[in-house]
């Protein structure tokens, strides 16, 4: 009697098949995880350096400063990336010399009530601001928010009723992208 060794080209047809279909399930949740991930870090990073910039503020008792720039050079209001320094905003056209940080977001929308706040020497801002933090989908499911209050405090949206979609931090009510 002889034993078989290996697989028939059926057999082979057919898990390959099966083995199309699974990957052709998994590979849009695969995307949109990280596109999630991706706008989950830049609000990290946005948090981090309006905490670290009001810290700074109260630790040097002057002003530090965050704004939105495209080029990473001049606060020139385009939501491209940021820069945090220390000082009051400058005008556009003046390039920001030792900025504490600097950092660029690609691939990402920013819809924002501000396009720079500045901490006093106290910790306050000089204005309440909220940027919405889009993928270039503008999927509910990946959208973020950061706030500022007047006060200086910086918080981030919540998923507060567990259905994947965050709510502003400050009405509670789903983001979405404009």
């Known amino acids: 009697m002889l034993r ?6 059926i057999e082979l047809l057919v898990a390959v098949a099966v083995l199309s279909i ?12 990280r596109r999630s991930n991706e ?13 670290r910039a009001r810290g700074e503020a109260i630790t040097r008792g002057n002003q530090v400063s965050l704004c939105a720039s495209s080029d990473g050079l001049h606060c020139d209001g385009v939501w491209g990336g940021w820069l945090t320094f220390e000082g009051a905003v400058p005008a556009s056209t003046t390039a920001i010399a030792q900025p ?13 009530t501000a396009t720079q706040v500045t901490f006093a020497g106290w910790g306050a801002a000089d204005a309440a601001m909220e940027a919405t933090l889009c993928d270039s989908d503008a ?5 973020r928010a950061v706030q500022v209050s007047a006060l200086g405090r910086a918080r981030s949206s919540v998923d507060a009723n ?4 965050h709510e502003s931090p400050t009405t509670g009510v789903a983001l979405t992208c404009s």
């Not at 699974?22 to 995880?33: D, G, K, N, W």
């Not at 999927?139 to 959208?143: G, I, N, R």
């Open 100 to 112: 504490l940080s600097v950092v660029s977001i690609a691939g990402l929308a920013v819809s924002a």
């Open 139 to 143: 999927d509910p499911v990946t959208t």
């Open 4 to 9: 078989r060794q290996g697989f028939s080209l």
């Open 22 to 33: 699974v990957l052709a399930m998994a590979v849009p949740s695969l995307s949109q995880t």
């Open 162 to 165: 567990a259905d994947a979609v």
């Open 39 to 51: 706008v989950k870090t830049v609000q990290s990073q946005l948090l981090n350096d309006l905490t």
